[in-house]
């Protein structure tokens, strides 16, 4: 390579030969971790309808706070679930 005015004494990435090392990301327990047993997106389905039908019901009663946090968490995770459930099924 040579040394021009605007590459002088740089090395390019692409001409080392030494590895750097990547970063990990912290180990913090993700919510959204892939279980052994995998539903069908029907079954899927049906719980995400459960769980909207129970939210809506919750909101009609007046409930606030951690009852209404742990359905969003639910419907959340069953619709990250569906997501790869379809992705799977169309591979």
Do not use: C, Y
């Not at 993700?30 to 995400?48: W, Y």
């Amino acid at each position: 390579m040579r040394l021009t005015l605007f590459n002088f004494d740089r090395r390019m990435p692409m001409m080392t030969l030494e590895m750097s090392a990547t970063l990990r990301r912290p180990s913090i327990r993700s919510r959204f971790r892939r279980g052994h047993s995998r539903p069908t997106v029907e079954a899927l389905l049906e719980e995400i309808a459960s769980l909207t039908a129970e939210r809506q019901t919750l909101r009609d009663q007046g409930v606030n706070g951690s009852k209404l946090e742990r359905n969003r968490v639910k419907l959340a995770r069953k619709q990250w679930e569906l997501s790869h459930a379809l992705i799977d099924r169309h591979l």
